[in-house]
C-alpha cells in the first residue's frame, strides 16, 4: 500500500463549479500537510500548507486536514480555466516530503 | 530572477551515455533536493543536502551521484544511463530541513525540470 494515496483523474468540471480534491495516507506520523500545483512542464508550487486538523482558507482555496481519518481536502470555489493543472498533495515525514501522485484537473469555459 | 534554476531543460542522450544535470538556488537556503518524477507524474525524493551535507539518501542506483560544491548548487551526475531513467528530475530548494517543525521555512521551492529522455 502506499503512504499516500491520490486519484490521478483527470476531473473535469465547467468554469465556476467548486472542485474537491482529496488524499488518504497511512502513516500517522505524517505532521502537516501540504498542496502543489503544477503546471504542464513546470515545476510544482506550493499553494497551501496545513498543520492541524481542521480547515484553512487562502482566497478560492480552502484546504482540510481530518488526522483522524488520514484524509485530506482541496477545495478550489468558482473554478476558472487557469486552474487547470496537476494538484500534488505532500506529507511530511522525518525530513522528507512524501506526495500523491497527483490529481489532473480541466475546467472547461 | 529565478529563484531555483536547472540546466539543461531538455536532455536526450543514448543508453550508456553520462550525463549531469546543475542546479542553483539564489534564495539563500541550506537544504536541497533531488526528486525524480515518472511518467505517472509520481514525483520522489532521490537526495537531500543540508549545507554541503548529504542527509536523505533514498533507495537510488549508485550510478546516480549528487555533488554539492557549495550550499547553493546541488549537481547530479548519472553514470551509464539507462531507458528507466527517462523521466523528469526536479531540483528544489527549503530554507531548512527539519520537516517536523510546521514553519514556512520548511517550504520547497521547486525548479522547472529537467527532462531526461534515454534512448
Known amino acids: 500500500q502506499k503512504e499516500v494515496e491520490q486519484d490521478p483523474g483527470p476531473l473535469s468540471v465547467p468554469e465556476g463549479a467548486i472542485v474537491s480534491l482529496n488524499c488518504t495516507y497511512s502513516?500517522?506520523?505524517?505532521?502537516?500537510f501540504m498542496w502543489y500545483r503544477q503546471y504542464s512542464r513546470k515545476g510544482p508550487e506550493l499553494l497551501m500548507y496545513?498543520?492541524?486538523?481542521g480547515n484553512k482558507e487562502d482566497g478560492r482555496f480552502t484546504a482540510q486536514v481530518d488526522k483522524s481519518s488520514k484524509y485530506i481536502s482541496l477545495f478550489i470555489r468558482d473554478s476558472q480555466p487557469s486552474d487547470s493543472a496537476t494538484y500534488l498533495c505532500a506529507m511530511s515525514g522525518f525530513q522528507k516530503l512524501v506526495f500523491g501522485t497527483g490529481t489532473r484537473l480541466l475546467v472547461s469555459p | 530572477d529565478t529563484a531555483v534554476s536547472q540546466t539543461p531543460k531538455y536532455l536526450v542522450t543514448q543508453m550508456g551515455n553520462d550525463k549531469s544535470i546543475k542546479c542553483e538556488q539564489n534564495?539563500?537556503?541550506?537544504?536541497m533536493y533531488w526528486y525524480k518524477q515518472d511518467s505517472k507524474k509520481f514525483l520522489k525524493i532521490m537526495f537531500s543536502?543540508?549545507?554541503?551535507?548529504?542527509?536523505i539518501n533514498e533507495t537510488v542506483p549508485n550510478r546516480f551521484s549528487p555533488k554539492s560544491p557549495d550550499k547553493a548548487h546541488l549537481n547530479l551526475h548519472i553514470n551509464s544511463l539507462e531507458l528507466g531513467d527517462s523521466a523528469v528530475y526536479f531540483c528544489?530548494?527549503?530554507?531548512?530541513?527539519?520537516?517536523?517543525?510546521?514553519?514556512?521555512?520548511?517550504?520547497?521551492?521547486f525548479g522547472a525540470g529537467t527532462r531526461l529522455s534515454v534512448l
Open positions: 528544489a530548494s527549503s530554507q531548512v530541513s527539519d520537516l517536523l517543525s510546521p514553519t514556512a521555512k520548511n517550504i520547497q521551492y
Open positions: 543536502y543540508n549545507n554541503k551535507e548529504l542527509i
Open positions: 534564495l539563500g537556503h541550506d537544504t
Open positions: 496545513t498543520y492541524s486538523s
Open positions: 502513516n500517522s506520523a505524517f505532521q502537516y
